[in-house]
């Protein structure tokens, strides 16, 4: 999830890792965890796999060097690949990584936007009614818990819907010669 959101904010332009990890937390903590220690050994990672590559090395406050990275043609390929695969995770996960994927929407076609959302919506709507179908505890507390779960899964529900209608307007009103790019 992380290459996820790194290699998306590099598309925006060139970062080092220190305002790499701002950017993160400033945009994505809600839906990810930001270490330090993950990002620069994922940075070292993804430069020895080509898709990310060292464009500069600035001065930084303390006299540090700071490396500063850019997006490969690869690197492009594998977030684009990696915006369209629904891997098999935890439900907190899923959910997480289809937030950073929304965060990152505007650099997709809109019958791709269309699709992940679809899948989101389906995946909710399945977490509901297994949610749903659960026994009321006696426990009052866990009985609260369990309302709440199913109010914010079918908030989401909810805030999909909207945005698959204003997908598919946006999709209903783009000419047929840009849909077929």
Known sequence: MLKLAVLGLLQREPLNGYRLKQQLEMFMSCSICVNSGAIYPLLKRME??????????????????????????????????EMLAYPHESWVNVRSRFLIKFFFFSHLLPEERVQLI???????????????????????????????????????????????????????????????L
């Open 48 to 81: 020895e796999q080509g898709e990310v590559m060292l464009c500069a090395e600035q001065v930084q406050e303390a006299g540090q060097c700071g490396k500063v990275y850019e997006i490969t043609p690869l690197g492009k390929t594998t977030w684009y690949q």
């Open 118 to 180: 679809e899948h989101r919506l389906m995946s909710c709507m399945l977490r509901l009614a297994e949610k749903k179908a659960l026994e009321i505890t006696d426990d009052l507390y866990q009985a609260k818990l369990q309302k709440r779960v199913v109010e914010v899964i079918e908030s989401e529900i909810e805030w999909l819907v909207e945005q698959l209608k204003t997908e598919q307007l946006q999709l209903a009103q783009t000419p047929t010669s840009v849909k077929q």
